[in-house]
């Protein structure tokens, strides 16, 4: 790692970027995905009084128009310069917290069908300008050599507080916590961004300047790639199918009792700091894995975890329907666990990914389409999907079964496709071709 060397010459400016780095994107994970996707559904259901299918209307929308925003944002600031001017991209970034501190603030006061919208339409803005300018950020902090090992550091940071430090899942617990929590960070971003405080403006030029060394990610190294290429799209539809199962099965998961009553909603905080725990490692195997090898085989690994665990959800189903008797009052922990190392492998890789496929110039426009699409469009889409299933009455099992089967034929696909890749290469190489 880098961060080994700047340690030892004491370039403590940069070690600060690492800090800064993880400390923004973790905590920025940590409320968009579980403020917004859970307790935005909460918020619909319980207090306005909208049924599921409405609700799962107003997420699809939020996932839309999220990512139309972003894509806008991120071409903008590359074409206008943006991408590698940090100060702006400061400036930027606190506006955004600052929208997200307001909506958070008030959201338990939202009551009617119209302020619900209101609230889902600002939403959609902060979040779709936050995604480029968050991920952006990465070409300013961190060398390439040190995304895997970086992007490991905020997964296991964002999982394991939020294991070892659960919130009960309620929009009124939610907007207590994260008001308390993000008020000292909109302080810090507002410094930084103001240009009027003498050492935070140091900083901010020191910082600046390391794009120029930083900027050039992993797989642009022998060639650029490209926004129009296969290169950069195979990934965006690999990362969809990853966010869209993910979201699809933790959705019904959380709202099966014996499922989460021995992990995620557990009495005993043994629980909790065991999955943190699991998070934790399974961030840091994923960071050595991206780090080391090809992303195509954390691809894999993430694809056939996530098989593996849907099987054993379903495997508890059908011996709880064929044995009644021998039914237990909770799932194995195995399952969670399972569970949260698929998690943190796609979730450092997801952190790692767009950046490395990005130059100054791109990292913009393919961080936005990368997460916007990948990532918030299909997780609110795989969102109103499971609250579709809901309101048609699917069976448990019969959801869990669509899960795994998608799960399933993403990892048997990708391994189909590498395969001809490799023969294609064999072929090449002796002239076959």
Known sequence: MRLFGFLRER???????????????????????????????????????LTEAQVSAWMAALALLTFGVAVVT???????????????????????????????????AVRTGPAFGTWILVASVALGVGIPVSFGLTIDFVPVEDRGYVA?????????????YPLDWRVETFSAVMVAAMLPGLVVLGVLASGRVGPANRLVAR???????????RFCRR??????????WGPVALMFGVFFVDS?????????????QSAWQSPAFSDHLALGVVHVLG????GVLYTNFDRNWLFLWVFGLFSLTHLFYTTDVRMTAWFPGLARGASSPINSAVYAVAVSFYTTLNFALWPDLSTPKTVGTHTAIGVGLAGWLATFLSTAVALYFETVELTL?????VVNALALLLFCGLVVALYLRRLLAVARAEGGI
């Open 11 to 49: 370039e403590w400016t940069t070690v600060l970027g690492y800090v800064l780095f993880v400390t923004l994107l973790a905590a920025g994970y940590y409320y968009n995905v579980t403020f917004v996707q859970l307790g935005l559904l909460d918020l619909g259901t319980r207090l306005v009084g």
């Open 74 to 108: 991120g071409v903008t600031m590359d074409r206008r310069g943006w991408s590698t001017d940090l100060l702006v991209k400061f400036r930027m970034l606190f506006g955004v917290v600052a929208v997200q501190f307001l909506l958070t603030l008030v959201a338990p």
């Open 152 to 164: 490991a550091a905020i997964t296991a940071v964002a999982y394991f507080a939020a294991n070892v």
């Open 207 to 217: 910082l600046a300047d390391q794009h120029e060394t930083f900027g050039v990610g």
């Open 223 to 232: 060639a650029t790639v490209r926004t129009r290429s296969f290169a950069f």
């Open 248 to 260: 699809l099965g933790f959705l019904r998961i959380v709202e099966t009792p014996t499922f989460v």
């Open 283 to 286: 961030a840091l195997v994923a």
């Open 397 to 401: 099992l019969s959801h869990l079964n």
